[in-house]
């Protein structure tokens, strides 16, 4: 071997080491599950405010809820000016996408805060991506893919990989098979685009992640015990459920992943008063008479600690794991689950103000420099 051409790969693999140094340095991008069940005034959100409407579950409500003279919830959220200062929170917070269950064509109120988003011109930094769910994609079939590839245009569209616009699945596809995503990633291409990185959501999914030809697998939710009156406390949720079941299998098996963190899971208001899409639910009421209700914050709801301490756990496991999350990407149950128990937007205090907790705290993992290093 000649020296001119020894000096060139010395020089070629200096160049892979000084890259792959610079890739474990880099903090992790960091999203927050969207269900825009509180926009208009649609039925969906006549429902939230039904299950939300307990006086002893107000201290969950979005922060530009309203509480009426006789008690009663308001929770219509449909401004820009909403939309705006959730962007604002967000950016504050150090999140850099939301991801926004996507409803296509079905819902029309379900989009509305997607629709806000897009409208608003200054976005703050804050990117999004798309949820999709199995059986929607189904029922669409590939005359989905050109809609799909419209968002996957967007200079605001969350992308990893140097490029590969992010695209989540929740539960598997049955009529589209891999040749059907494949055409989704062809179609991608030919707009002169990166074939879109796919991650399906779900457990035990990772037999179906093959059979689909999708990248790496990740969560929508961490449910513990499930629907239930008797929830997993905050501190077992994530220890035991995500920690243990999620990220140790993970690296046990060598999954490929998108990390999952979570806010928490407390279905308790849907329990008492079940909205029409859990059918499945029987109602459990409390018979507390209104004017007795207390605040029902216990060890089930996160404090912002807590949940600090968690998302910082799982900036620290992606950044160990690149190998398997080398999107080097997280997703957060969730934005604004009000009513299913993992929220990060702020709430509406006891004052009437907004209370943005949750925000501060998330501000102090994302501006630590010490996860931004190994």
């Known amino acids: 071997m000649n020296n001119t051409l020894s000096v060139h790969i010395l020089a070629a693999l200096l160049l892979t080491s000084f ?17 825009d069940g509180w926009y208009g005034d649609g039925g969906v959100v006549n429902e939230v405010e039904h299950s939300l409407g307990q006086p002893k579950y107000h201290f969950r409500l979005p922060w530009f809820a309203q509480i009426g003279s006789e008690g009663k919830a308001g929770i219509n959220g449909d401004s820009q ?120 959501m779900g457990w035990e999914v990772e037999k179906d992640r093959k059979a689909l030809g999708f990248d790496a697998i990740s969560e929508y939710a961490c449910a513990g015990k499930g629907y239930t009156t008797d929830p997993e406390t905050y501190s077992r949720l994530t220890s035991h459920h995500v920690s243990e079941k999620l990220w140790d299998k993970w ?50 709801t996160a404090t912002p600690d807590e949940i600090a301490a968690h998302v910082r756990a799982a900036m620290e496991w992606t950044k160990a794991n690149r190998d398997l999350n080398p999107a080097n990407a997280i997703i957060l149950y969730a934005w604004n689950e009000h009513d299913e128990g993992g929220w990060l937007q702020p709430t509406l205090g006891a004052d009437g103000k907004p209370n943005d907790a949750r925000i501060k705290a998330l501000e102090k993992v994302f501006r630590a420099p010490a996860l931004l290093k190994p």
């Open 251 to 300: 690296k046990r098996e060598r999954t490929p992943c998108i990390t999952f963190a979570t806010a928490g899971w407390d279905t308790r208001p849907r329990q008492e008063r079940p909205p029409s899409w859990c059918s499945w639910v029987k109602a459990t009421p409390d018979p507390t008479p209104l004017a007795q209700q207390k605040p029902l914050i216990d060890a089930t």
């Open 81 to 200: 000016v909403i939309m705006e200062q959730e962007i604002a929170y967000a950016a504050q917070a150090g999140l850099n996408y939301w991801a926004f269950l996507d409803y296509l064509d079905e819902a029309p109120g379900m989009s509305i805060g997607l629709k806000r988003y897009l409208d608003a011109k200054d976005k703050k930094g804050i990117r999004y991506c798309l949820v999709e769910e199995g059986g929607r994609i189904d029922k669409a079939g590939t005359k989905a893919w050109s809609k799909l590839v419209e968002h996957f245009r967007s200079p605001d569209y969350q992308t990893v990989l140097d490029g590969r616009p992010l695209l989540c699945l929740n539960a598997k596809t049955n009529k589209l098979g891999k040749a059907e995503w494949d055409e989704l990633k062809r179609q991608s291409i030919a707009a002169g685009l990166k074939a879109p990185y796919l991650v399906l």
């Open 19 to 35: 890259a792959a140094s610079h890739a474990a340095d880099e903090a992790p991008i960091v999203g927050a599950i969207r269900w």
